[in-house]
């Protein structure tokens, strides 16, 4: 197949195993659905045990092909599906977009970012270098890093192609060969990843199954063969995953979970900016569904209701509509668990005692498909530590806000969850701005900045929200074992 001309039938989606595009083995399918309107929108195998089985077993005969290529070979390959991508970039946002309701403007970001991530792991992979250790005199020490073989990656729905495209990047360059699933709910970009996938790499190198995470998942978490998972998603199945791994061998899990993130504004900060960035940090174009969101809004009393009016009235600012439309700031929720869940923490805060200062219900515009999981951007404040939403990731459109004055309180309260994956502090003040981010214990923290992920500097939660560090060098290592070799000289 040639990769400029790709006929791809969403109703026919396939998977990728050992370079050839497949149906389930049973024959299984399952549809995915448009949020926007809940219509099918196409369909994708569902694959389970005996799928990954034989994923695991493709990319078992190819990666020591793989792993003895030389390092530009590998990477020469992994240009090309980062040119790939950007190729068809324009095909698959449109799959994406309808798949995950994800406004269009957001994600074609994702699609740069997984490109660039491929190529940035693609040069890395010189870097893989060993020691060599003086321990002994007249002998040499010397260690090398050696791939885990075939690694397992685990997605979520909200970046379904950026997750499954870049997320290979690490492991392969390592000289690893892969078996990823998306997740269920926005699958069918990983089907056309998968046949980009398949005209660009050695068989069995970059194998793809669709399916249900307690079938595909568990299989794979549990596949003797795949030493190495490395998992994105909720803090409940990360938990699983650790458990249902350790049943079946020792293996290296890595975890990239929820959180629940502070953001503080103190009084001298510039708030202009920092109204723009709490609406900005809540990640609305793919309505607040987010691992890295802001959720939790902490205003010193003395700013508090000036900065949550211009909140507010930002937020009741943007455009809800078709996610399609450039135009658009805000799409359907992705799916309908996601929905009911959204609606039952609205519930929850106002018997709480939240106030709701915007949303909390369904947009009353006509020009949106009565079918469809849309909901209006939600504000409470009033909030107060002990209440649910003020604990708990909704990974939902529902922006919590803090009233304080006593810092060593805050930080308690902002350090109190179970979550530290991300946070955002505001200040002119260097030093309070640095103190503050030293103290608050997450695993990334901007200083008068949001949301934005660069390249090379690691990105991972402490906590529960995770173990492992993505994006970076250390993912890249992560992706290998160390091995010592002594050589006895005398
Ligand atoms: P999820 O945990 O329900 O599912 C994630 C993936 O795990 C899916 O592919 C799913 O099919 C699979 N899965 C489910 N049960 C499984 C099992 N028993 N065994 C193996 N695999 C299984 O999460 P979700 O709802 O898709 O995504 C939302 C969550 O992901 C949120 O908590 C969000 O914060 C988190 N997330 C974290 C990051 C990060 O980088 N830290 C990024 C994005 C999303």
Request: charged share 20%; glycine share 10%.
């Amino acid at each position: 197949m040639s990769i400029q001309g790709l006929d791809f039938d969403l109703h026919k989606a396939r998977n990728l195993i050992d370079g050839e595009l497949v149906d389930a083995i049973d024959g299984a399918r399952y549809d995915s659905i448009n949020p926007a309107d809940g219509s099918v929108l196409g369909s994708v195998p569902r694959g389970k045990a005996a799928d990954v089985d034989r994923a695991a077993a493709a990319a078992e005969r190819a990666q020591p092909g793989w792993a003895g290529l030389t390092v530009p070979e590998r990477a020469a390959y992994m240009r090309r599906l980062s040119a790939a991508l950007r190729n068809h970039a324009d095909s698959m946002l449109d799959i994406e977009v309808r798949d995950t309701g994800n406004t269009i403007g957001e994600m074609r970001h994702d699609i740069a970012n997984a490109a660039n991530q491929l190529e940035y792991y693609a040069g890395l992979g010189y870097e893989l270098k060993g020691d060599t250790i003086p321990a002994t005199p007249g002998n040499i020490h010397m260690t090398v890093r050696v791939p885990y073989g075939v690694v397992g990656k685990i997605v979520p729905f909200n970046h379904p192609l950026m997750f499954a495209a870049a997320k290979i990047a690490a492991p392969l360059a390592a000289g690893n060969t892969v078996v990823v699933k998306p997740a269920e709910q926005s699958p069918l970009s990983a089907c056309y990843l998968a046949e980009l996938c398949a005209a660009i790499f050695p068989p069995g190198v970059v194998n793809i199954v669709t399916g249900f995470g307690s079938e595909a998942g568990d299989a794979i978490v549990r596949h003797p063969r795949i030493k190495r998972i490395g998992f994105i998603g909720s803090v409940e199945t990360g938990m699983l995953i650790q458990r249902r791994a350790a049943e079946v061998a020792i293996k290296q899990v890595s975890l990239e979970l929820g959180g629940k993130n502070p953001m503080m504004v103190f009084p001298d900060a510039d708030l202009d900016k920092a109204a723009a960035a709490a609406v900005r940090g809540m990640n609305f174009g793919w309505q607040g569904q987010s691992c890295g969101s802001t959720s939790r809004l902490f205003l010193h009393a003395d700013i508090h209701d000036k900065v949550l009016a211009d909140v507010v009235s930002r937020i009741q600012a943007r455009k809800i509509g078709d996610p399609r439309d450039p135009t658009s700031e805000v799409g359907p929720i992705n799916n309908k668990a996601q929905y009911e869940k959204v609606q039952r923490f609205v519930r929850v805060t106002l018997e709480e005692g939240g106030k709701l200062e915007t949303g909390g219900r369904r947009p009353d515009q006509s020009d949106l498909p009565q079918s469809g999981y849309w909901w209006e951007p939600t504000v409470f404040s009033n909030m107060r530590p002990e209440m649910t939403l003020a604990q708990k990731e909704v990974f939902g459109p529902i922006l919590a806000i803090f009233k304080w004055t006593d810092l060593d309180e805050t930080i308690r309260i902002a350090n109190s969850l179970e979550y530290g994956l991300t946070a955002s502090v505001w200040s002119q003040n260097i030093n309070t701005a640095l103190t503050t981010a030293r103290r608050i214990d997450s695993g990334c923290i901007w200083v008068n900045g949001v949301g934005t992920h660069f390249p090379a500097v690691p990105f991972g939660g402490r906590r529960n929200s995770g173990t492992g560090s993505e994006e970076s060098f250390a993912d890249l290592l992560s992706y290998t074992e160390e091995k010592a070799i002594n050589i006895l000289l005398g």
